[in-house]
């Protein structure tokens, strides 16, 4: 009897392209690449009626995908209340990056 079985390696080589973006003139960095079960979980939980569900996932996606430096700066400016950021505009930003990251060519191991 043939066993059925397929080596996934180490998982897929991504890029180091830095991701980044500019808000209210500060630069945010991101990691160059990210889990793909944030994506997941983002998707699974973007369907919720209830907001305060949604509104978690949003944190801990943006606290995912920004480097620890620019996250505490991030979330500084959204609590700030002379710098308004929309709830539009964190959804601009989270589609973009949800963008970037599910995008971003990867190399599989066959491929290194």
């Known amino acids: 009897m043939t066993n059925r079985f397929k080596d996934f390696g180490a998982g897929s080589a991504v890029t180091d392209t830095p991701v ?23 998707v699974a939980n973007s369907d919720e009626n209830d907001g305060a569900a949604i509104a978690k996932t949003i944190d801990s996606f943006f606290k995912a995908v920004l480097v ?10 959204l609590r700030d209340p002379t710098r ?5 505009t964190l959804g601009e930003i989270t589609s973009w990056l949800v963008e970037e ?11 290194l």
């Open 101 to 111: 990251y599910s995008s971003r060519p990867t190399a599989g191991p066959e491929d």
């Open 20 to 42: 980044s973006f500019k808000l209210h003139g500060e630069d945010f960095e991101c990691y160059p690449a990210l889990q793909g079960k944030m994506l997941l979980d983002l």
């Open 84 to 88: 308004i950021v929309s709830v539009e």
């Open 68 to 77: 620890e430096e620019s996250y505490a700066r991030f979330d500084i400016l």
